[in-house]
């Protein structure tokens, strides 16, 4: 069952319903800690209603913009709910930020009251205090953070807590909830300026609502739910699905640090995550790095299980069509042995289904985890569209390649010019302060302009690329490079790769190798080197490499394969600017900080 309440009244409907059974799963702040907490609906709601009560206490305004600049953890739900009890806009900011992007997001927005998760943001946020004129208070979840004694710019999460003890304004809370409307705005989102300055996306509580209901129908989540939040909350897939995941009452395990989302899978054992396809490709990487060290019975075996797997979970099931029952029955014997331990070893026993969005999925990575039971749901969709577009749904017929069926109440359309137009409640009505950017992304018949091209087949939508992103060679060759890179990222030896062709005379790219494996082939084979330098010039290494990228480009066009590539002995960052928050890569960045190096390549 679904609670669809406005989001000033959700976790108080679905505390009604639930009450003491289990809403949430967390750890506490502090990289290491082993210990997994629990708490019900009835204490969520509890602490969200001392959020709501210390925000008037504050004089926090109805739609006031409050900041959250945090991982995700506990504090940061009750955060926003609890803001969103008093009519108030919260306005996420990754957790990875630079101080410049907190500095225009809190000016842009007049922040006066910024919510930080631990030691790192709160330095930054600290530092940037006396540039951000409406800022006043900075307060700080983890309670290990060290605040200078007697700073009157910022408080514990523990103290601001306090100010709602006892509830003292909860009957002014109830008042604000009954005059709530679905054309409140819920969030601002900043977009993360991989093609110019940061944009504030308007996401109002109606078209959460709107998204909710249509999700709803093609999303089979239910209390019954073990999920995994491992995407940040800032990102607008998450922030959708977590909260659709609250709306028929699953249990949220809320991952604190990325870099432990597989420890965190091994030891609470979800049913359903959201993720990036490059998730998927690191599992994929992985689980295929393990057979090939392994012994030659155990590599056939394996071998043919993906062979079976493929034919009966791709050429079958995802076409609609009853697989043999031969195929069945061998399909059946090999997923109770083979791919439950592939599943248990991923902490993956209790599968339902795993929404994947964000980026290009490669057909390899895809058609490897349907194989090996997991349902994997691809879909499509912007921060402007309040995340899902379309989607994959579980158990119908699908497209490997495709990014499935429209969801309800949405209408796709394709230009002329081939690019996506949507309309319908769930999206944006504009950008925050940019009267002229939200007149431009709309057409004279209101479909808002996505960016992306794609096409319609047989009811599910298919991607091409990025418009802007299309690169043209000196050559009048159109190129896009997001599909290039999605050929190479399922290599093993390869971590990141950008493509560079625009107004050049064939493709190149520069490489990020992993670095753990290379140095790995490299001792195997007699290779010496003291540093990653020495791995980036030696002719084997390269060679070796070359063969690799040739096999996985066979099927492009001779103007679309990478002629030329450049080894890098580190990847490409956050700090230097060349990746954005959601680690999509800076092209332009990239061309100023790689210009040698790529001028280095189109060299006769």
């Not at 953070?145 to 006892?166: R, W």
Request: with cysteine; glycine share 8%.
């Amino acid at each position: 069952m679904q609670i669809n309440s406005h989001l000033s009244r959700l976790i108080y409907d679905v505390a009604d319903h639930w009450g003491d059974r289990e809403a949430l799963i967390y750890k506490d702040y502090g990289r290491g800690n082993t210990q997994w907490h629990s708490m019900s609906w009835r204490q969520f709601l509890e602490k969200v209603k001392l959020v709501s009560n210390a925000m008037l206490n504050m004089g926090v305004g109805v739609q006031e913009n409050v900041g959250v600049f945090s991982q995700n953890s506990v504090e940061y739900l009750f955060t926003d709910f609890g803001a969103w009890g008093i009519r108030a806009v919260t306005i996420p900011f990754y957790a990875t930020s630079s101080e410049q992007q907190i500095q225009y997001m809190v000016n842009d927005a007049c922040i006066r009251f910024l919510f930080v998760g631990e030691q790192e943001q709160y330095d930054k946020a600290r530092r940037i205090f006396t540039t951000c004129h409406s800022l006043q208070k900075i307060i700080v979840f983890d309670p290990a953070v060290v605040i200078p004694k007697g700073d009157p710019t910022a408080m514990s999460f523990a103290d601001f807590l306090k100010l709602g003890q006892g509830l003292p304004r909860q009957s002014e809370v109830e008042t604000r909830q009954q005059a709530a409307t679905m054309d409140d705005t819920a969030n601002i989102l900043y977009t993360s300026g991989t093609t110019g300055d940061s944009k504030g996306v308007i996401l109002s509580m109606g078209q959460y609502h709107a998204a909710f209901e249509a999700n709803g129908k093609c999303v089979p989540v239910t209390e019954d739910d073990r999920v995994l939040n491992f995407l940040p909350f800032t990102h607008v897939f998450e922030k959708g699905w977590k909260i659709l995941c609250i709306t028929v009452g699953a249990r949220l395990i809320v991952n604190t640090y990325p870099q432990e989302v597989q420890q965190t899978m091994r030891e609470t054992h979800p049913t359903c995550m959201s993720s990036v396809p490059r998730f998927w490709e690191k599992v994929y990487m992985g689980v295929m790095e393990k057979i090939e060290s392994s012994g030659p019975v155990q590599r056939k075996l394996f071998r043919h299980a993906l062979t079976v797997g493929r034919r009966h979970n791709i050429e079958y099931l995802a076409l609609g069509k009853r697989p043999p029952l031969a195929l069945h029955l061998e399909y059946e014997a090999l997923n109770k042995t083979v791919f439950s331990l592939v599943r248990k070893e991923l902490g993956l026993e209790n599968a339902h289904f795993f929404p994947t969005a964000g980026a290009t999925v490669s057909p390899h990575v895809e058609e490897f985890v349907h194989a090996i039971g997991i349902n994997m749901i691809v879909g499509y969709g912007l921060t402007e569209s309040l995340a899902t577009v379309s989607c994959d749904h579980l158990g119908k017929p699908f497209t490997v390649g495709s990014v499935g069926h429209p969801i309800d109440s949405i209408s796709v359309r394709i230009s002329d010019e081939g690019e996506i137009l949507l309309k319908g409640p769930t999206i944006t009505r504009g950008y925050y302060q940019r009267d002229e950017i939200t007149r431009q992304s709309f057409t004279d018949d209101g479909y808002f302009r996505t960016g992306d091209s794609g096409y319609m087949l047989n009811g599910e939508l298919f991607l091409k690329e990025r418009i802007k992103d299309l690169f043209k060679t000196s050559n009048g060759k159109y190129i896009a490079p997001q599909m290039v890179e999605s050929k190479l990222l399922v290599d093993k030896y390869i971590d990141q790769v950008a493509v560079i062709a625009d107004q050049r005379k064939f493709v190149s790219a520069l490489i990020v190798p992993e670095y753990h494996l290379l140095e790995e082939y490299a001792r195997e084979h007699g290779i010496a080197f003291e540093g990653r330098e020495d791995l980036c010039r030696n002719k084997q290494i390269i060679g070796m490499l070359k063969d690799r990228i040739d096999t996985l480009q066979q099927q492009l066009a001779p103007y679309e394969q990478i002629k030329r590539f450049t080894l890098l002995p580190q990847g490409f960052s956050l700090e230097r600017g060349e990746l954005t928050n959601t680690l999509k890569i800076k092209r332009r960045v990239l061309n100023e900080n790689y210009r040698k190096e790529i001028d280095a390549m189109y060299e006769e």
